[in-house]
Nanobody, 127 residues
Framework: QVQLVESGGGLVQAGGSLRLSCAASGRTFIMCAVGWFPQAPGKAREFVAAISRSGGDTSYADSAKGRFTISRDNAKNTAYLQMNSLKPEDTAVYYC????????????????????WGQGTQVTVSS
């Protein structure tokens, strides 16, 4: 069992930056891929970034490439999402998710492939 707690959200102006953190409890975090999924009001949960259990492989949505960076520190049981050049359309509740996979480079982009979810952190970007 892995429990996830997100932090770092807030209100920022367009063009600004935020760094989200996803702190995990449980000894199996090191075996889990981690993904970030924002959900705006009235919209479906979307994929923005994922990282393999070792941190050596990452995937990004086209909307996040060049602006967002996902990383992890397994010694601290924490994953991060650095968000730069934020836009009003990035406004959403950002959820961290984790799941164990068979392969070391596994980092799913589909939300239903993740078993564990945090409670979310609100990101609001003003124009």
């Amino acid at each position: 069992q892995v429990q996830l707690v997100e932090s770092g959200g807030g209100l920022v102006q367009a063009g600004g930056s935020l760094r989200l953190s996803c702190a995990a409890s449980g000894r199996t975090f090191i075996m889990c891929a981690v993904g970030w999924f924002p959900q705006a009001p009235g919209k479906a949960r979307e994929f923005v970034a994922a990282i393999s259990r070792s941190g050596g492989d990452t995937s990004y949505a086209d909307s996040a490439k060049g602006r967002f960076t996902i990383s992890r520190d397994n010694a601290k049981n924490t994953a991060y999402l650095q968000m730069n050049s934020l836009k009003p359309e990035d406004t959403a509740v950002y959820y961290c998710a984790a799941s164990r996979g068979q392969y070391s480079d596994w980092r799913p982009v589909l939300w239903y492939e993740y078993a564990y979810w945090g409670q979310g952190t609100q990101v609001t970007v003003s124009s």
